[in-house]
């Protein structure tokens, strides 16, 4: 892994059971030795279609292994938390895994860093090669 730090923004996708619609979201993430904080946010497509959503995010990272829980904010009866585990890719921009909420439901998930543009003196030293 890149440099084993999780912390950043990540964009991602999370896929239900049957035919419901897959969902994207935009996760900013805080690592501090081994522990994940941060916030997910997503357009409800399921329950109240075109709500914007925001939950906080606490977990760990052990290794190449992510397990986090997502918390609604504010709670509601629509929404449970929900409990993710994945695994970081070994170049660190990638992780996938499953979620569940507990007795309901889960699926897939997917969530890669953006790849940042090259600055300007990064370009010019490409440039002069």
Not at 56 to 69: H, I, M, N, Q, S
Request: aromatic content about 10%; cysteine-free.
């Amino acid at each position: 892994m890149s440099d084993g730090n999780l912390s950043g923004v990540w964009l991602g996708i999370f896929n239900y059971p049957g035919d419901l619609p897959a969902t994207s979201f935009r996760a900013t993430l805080a690592e501090s030795g081994g522990r994940l904080g941060g916030t997910i946010e997503e357009i409800d497509a399921v329950v109240v279609v075109g709500r914007h959503l925001t939950s906080a995010v606490d977990g760990t990272r052990d290794g190449r292994a992510v397990r986090f829980t997502k918390f609604y904010a504010p709670a509601s009866e629509e929404y449970d938390v929900v409990e993710y585990r994945g695994t970081v890719n070994a170049e660190g921009d990638e992780i996938t895994g499953h979620w569940h909420v507990h007795g309901a439901w889960g699926g897939s998930f997917i969530m890669t860093r953006p790849q940042a543009a090259p600055t300007e003196a990064e370009q010019s030293d490409s440039a002069e090669r």
